[in-house]
């Protein structure tokens, strides 16, 4: 079992930047692969990122391909979504998610195969 929590959101103009933590509890944290997804207002959560246990594979949706960066470090047990470049549309809550499997099998962008989620972070992008 793992609980997760986010911070880092805020506040930015268009073009700016901000960088989201999700800690972990527990220490088995290297044993899960990570996700990050987001939902804005109106609309359905979408998958924005993700990253197996040992960092050596990262995935990304599209539209934040160039942009945004994920990644961990897990003796802090603690992913990051690095974001640049920012757009109104990147305006949502942003939650991470914990996959109780380190890698993944083409189900990186399932939000139904995560089995822990934190409560969210709040991003908005100004334009």
């Known amino acids: 079992h793992v609980q997760l929590g986010e911070s880092g959101g805020g506040l930015v103009q268009a073009g700016g930047s901000l960088r989201l933590y999700c800690a972990a509890s527990g220490r088995t944290f290297s044993m899960y692969a990570m996700g990050w997804f987001r939902q804005a207002p109106g609309k359905e959560r979408e998958f924005v990122a993700a990253i197996t246990w040992s960092g050596g594979n990262t995935y990304y949706t599209d539209s934040v391909k160039g942009r945004f960066t994920i990644s961990r470090d897990n003796a802090k047990n603690t992913v990051y979504l690095q974001m640049n470049s920012l757009k109104p549309e990147d305006t949502a809550v942003y939650y991470c998610?914990?996959?109780?499997?380190?890698?993944?099998?083409?189900?990186?962008?399932?939000?139904?195969?995560?089995?822990?989620w934190g409560q969210g972070t709040q991003v908005t992008v100004s334009s």
């Open positions: 998610a914990a996959k109780n499997s380190r890698n993944y099998y083409n189900d990186y962008d399932r939000s139904y195969e995560y089995d822990y």
